[in-house]
C-alpha cells in the first residue's frame, strides 16, 4: 500500500527560530512532466487548511516567503525560516500522483 | 474572489444517508477539478473524492467507494457528495475545495457531519 509518513509528529519550536517538516512517500511523486506532484497545508486551530506549497516547492499566492518547500521523488521538506507566532497549526504534506490521494498523519506546531 | 461554500450537514443515524453541497463562485466553474476531504475528531486531514472539470472523471478514497459518489451541476455552479450507508467513522468536518496543478487550493469552511443513533 503507498503510505505518506511525516516527521515530526510533534514540533516545539521557539519564535525566531527556523523549524523543518520531513514528509516520505513509500513512491515516488516525480510526474513525467518534471514536477513532483505534493503539496504542503496548514491548518491552523479553527479554521480550514490552506495551501501553503504546490508542485513540490512553489509557493501558493499570499504565502509568506519564510516557508519553502524542496525536494524530489520521495523525500520532501517544508521549512520555516523564522517562526512567528501565528505559524501554530497543524501541517500537512499531501500526493497527487498515485490514486487515490493521500495525506500524511500532520505535524503539530507549537510555539515554546 | 474565489470562494466554495458547503452545505448539507447535520445529524444522521448510523446507515442512514446525507447529501452535501459545494456551491463555488469567482473562478470558471466547469473548468475546476474539485474535491472533498474530510477531518474526523481527533484525526488529521482524509482525502474523500474528486471529479474533474465536466464529470467523466472521478477518483474516491478505498474508504468511501461504494459507498459515496461525487458529482457536479455545472449549471448551477455545483458540487455534490452523496453519502450512504453511513457509519460512525464517517463523522467528520467535510471541506469542499477546488484543486488544481494537483494541489487543493481554495477551501471551504467546512460542514459537520455528525452520525449518532
Known amino acids: 500500500d503507498f503510505v505518506m509518513t511525516q516527521s515530526p509528529l510533534s514540533l516545539p519550536v521557539t519564535p525566531g527560530e527556523p523549524a523543518s517538516i520531513s514528509c516520505r512517500s513509500s513512491?515516488?511523486?516525480?510526474?513525467?512532466?518534471?514536477?513532483?506532484?505534493l503539496s504542503w497545508y496548514l491548518q491552523k486551530p479553527g479554521q480550514s487548511p490552506h495551501l501553503l506549497i504546490y508542485?513540490?516547492?512553489t509557493r501558493a499566492s499570499g504565502v509568506p516567503d519564510r516557508f519553502s518547500g524542496s525536494g524530489s521523488g520521495t523525500d520532501f521538506t517544508l521549512k520555516i525560516s523564522r517562526v512567528e507566532a501565528e505559524d501554530v497549526g497543524t501541517y500537512y504534506c499531501?500526493?497527487?500522483?498515485?490514486?487515490?490521494?493521500?495525506f500524511g498523519q500532520g505535524t503539530r506546531l507549537e510555539i515554546e | 474572489e474565489v470562494q466554495v461554500v458547503e452545505s448539507g450537514g447535520g445529524l444522521v443515524r448510523p446507515g442512514g444517508s446525507l447529501r452535501l453541497s459545494c456551491a463555488g463562485s469567482?473562478?470558471?466553474?466547469?473548468?475546476?477539478?474539485m474535491g472533498w476531504v474530510r477531518r474526523g475528531p481527533g484525526k488529521g486531514l482524509e482525502y474523500v473524492a474528486n471529479?474533474?472539470?465536466?464529470?467523466?472523471?472521478?477518483g474516491y478514497a478505498d474508504s468511501v467507494r461504494g459507498r459515496f459518489t461525487i458529482s457536479r451541476d455545472n449549471a448551477q455552479n455545483s458540487l455534490f457528495l452523496q453519502m450512504n450507508s453511513l457509519g460512525v467513522e464517517d463523522m467528520a468536518i467535510y471541506y469542499c475545495?477546488?484543486?488544481?496543478?494537483?494541489?487543493?487550493?481554495?477551501w471551504g469552511q467546512g460542514v459537520l457531519v455528525t452520525v449518532s443513533s
Open positions: 475545495a477546488t484543486a488544481q496543478s494537483a494541489a487543493f487550493d481554495n
Open positions: 469567482g473562478f470558471y466553474f466547469g473548468n475546476s477539478w
Open positions: 471529479i474533474n472539470g465536466d464529470g467523466s472523471e472521478t
Open positions: 513512491q515516488s511523486l516525480l510526474h513525467s512532466s518534471g514536477y513532483n506532484y
Open positions: 508542485l513540490g516547492s
Open positions: 499531501m500526493q497527487a500522483l498515485h490514486s487515490p490521494i493521500t
